[in-house]
C-alpha cells in the first residue's frame, strides 16, 4: 500500500482543460483509477489503468479525457479536455484495496 497524492484541481471555464496528478509515494504495484464525486451524487469511476496497461473510461468522458502513468515518478496523471459544467466534482486518485483520500476540487463554469 503506498500514499497517494492528488494535486491539479481547480477552476476552469467550459471548454478548458486540466491535468490531475496523483504522486505515490511509493511503486505502484496495483490498478489505479480516477474517480470523482458531484455534490448529491455518488462517487463514480471516470478511469482506470491496469498493472498491464488496461486502460477504461466512462462512456461520460471518453475522447475527452486522458489516464496515463509515469513509471519512473510513480505518478498517474488524468489529462482533462474539453471540459464541462457536469465534469465539476472532488476528482480522487485511488489504489485497489487502498484508502481513500483528500481528492482534488475540479469546477468548470458554464
Known amino acids: 500500500q503506498v500514499q497517494l497524492v492528488e494535486s491539479g484541481g481547480g477552476l476552469v471555464q467550459a471548454g478548458g482543460s486540466l491535468r490531475l496528478s496523483c504522486s505515490a509515494s511509493?511503486?505502484?504495484?496495483?490498478?489505479m483509477g480516477w474517480y470523482r464525486q458531484a455534490p448529491g451524487k455518488q462517487r463514480e469511476l471516470v478511469a482506470k489503468?491496469?498493472?498491464?496497461?488496461?486502460?477504461v473510461y466512462a462512456d461520460s468522458v471518453k475522447g475527452r479525457f486522458t489516464i496515463s502513468r509515469d513509471s519512473a515518478k510513480n505518478t498517474v496523471y488524468l489529462d482533462m479536455h474539453s471540459l464541462k459544467p457536469e465534469d465539476t466534482g472532488v476528482y480522487y486518485c485511488?489504489?485497489?484495496?487502498?484508502?481513500w483520500g483528500q481528492g482534488t476540487q475540479v469546477t468548470v463554469s458554464s
Open positions: 485511488h489504489e485497489s484495496f487502498g484508502p
Open positions: 489503468i491496469t498493472t498491464v496497461g488496461t486502460i
Open positions: 511509493g511503486r505502484i504495484f496495483n490498478n
